[in-house]
């Protein structure tokens, strides 16, 4: 059983409108409440801590999904921030070597036999592992006016999803130096990496899509209407 930590302090900024695009609707409720939602139902999950923005007037105040206990605290400008805030939040039960996940509030398409894989592969990995897909399109490397400037290999290339599982300290620690740093963290493994480790890549489905753009949106309201409610 290992808890789940959810930044959701972000203003999708390139998504554009007044409304965060963790509070856009789909089939019914917030993208937010489809990514808690596939956590909260998986039975390895334990509970969940949300991460969110000062001023955030829009949160339901949940206490508990699904029978799973919610946390809320106060996130950062940058997601480092968030994130330890959000691992600094968990209650005393969790230990330093226990695990925990974090997961993009803006991934409601989440899958249960990619989460059961990420799991079991990240902790008998024993540093951790995230969810990815290889990259299959050709890549193009562009000049300042739009022209291609050249074309790049794509072996050994990996797109890197969440949920990402690493144990409570490690991350921590990893982060923490990040900041200390002021490098540029875009997601938790690369923390992880900076401090010599070599977290395990476990390929997820190609659907486990972040909601992005407007077109995401519409995306991933056709997925989550194929996979139904999790569990």
């Known amino acids: 059983m290992t808890w789940a930590v959810v930044p959701a302090a972000g203003r999708g900024r390139r998504f554009g409108g007044e409304v965060p695009k963790q509070y856009l609707p789909i089939l ?5 409440h489809h990514a808690l939602e596939r956590l909260a139902l998986h039975p390895r999950v334990r509970g969940l801590v949300v991460v969110l923005a000062a001023d955030d007037a829009r949160w339901p105040g949940w206490r508990e999904l699904h029978g799973k206990p919610v946390l809320a605290c106060t996130g950062g400008e940058e997601r ?12 005393d039960t969790v230990r330093e070597r226990d695990w925990v996940l974090v997961h993009d509030a803006a991934r409601p398409c989440l899958r249960h036999d990619d989460l059961d894989r990420l799991l079991d592969h990240g902790m008998a990995h024993g540093v951790g ?43 921590t620690r990893a982060l ?15 923390a992880i990496e900076r401090l010599g480790l070599r977290p395990m890549l476990v390929e997820g489905a190609e659907d486990n899509l972040k909601i992005t753009t407007p077109g995401d949106l519409a995306l991933a309201e056709y997925v989550l209407a194929r996979l139904g409610r999790p569990g």
């Not at 019914?28 to 937010?32: H, K």
């Not at 480092?80 to 209650?91: H, I, K, M």
């Not at 050709?138 to 074309?151: C, D, F, M, P, Y």
């Open 176 to 190: 923490e130096s990040a900041l200390l740093a002021a490098a540029a963290i875009t997601d938790e493994a690369m």
């Open 28 to 32: 019914g409720r917030t993208v937010l």
């Open 129 to 171: 592992a995230i969810l990815a897909a290889p990259v299959r399109d050709t890549l193009k490397r562009a000049r300042a006016n739009g022209e291609i400037a050249g074309s790049e290999p794509r072996d050994g290339l990996w797109r890197a999803f969440t949920p990402q599982l690493f144990r409570r300290a490690t991350l």
């Open 80 to 91: 480092a921030d968030s994130v330890l805030a959000g691992l600094r939040a968990l209650p």
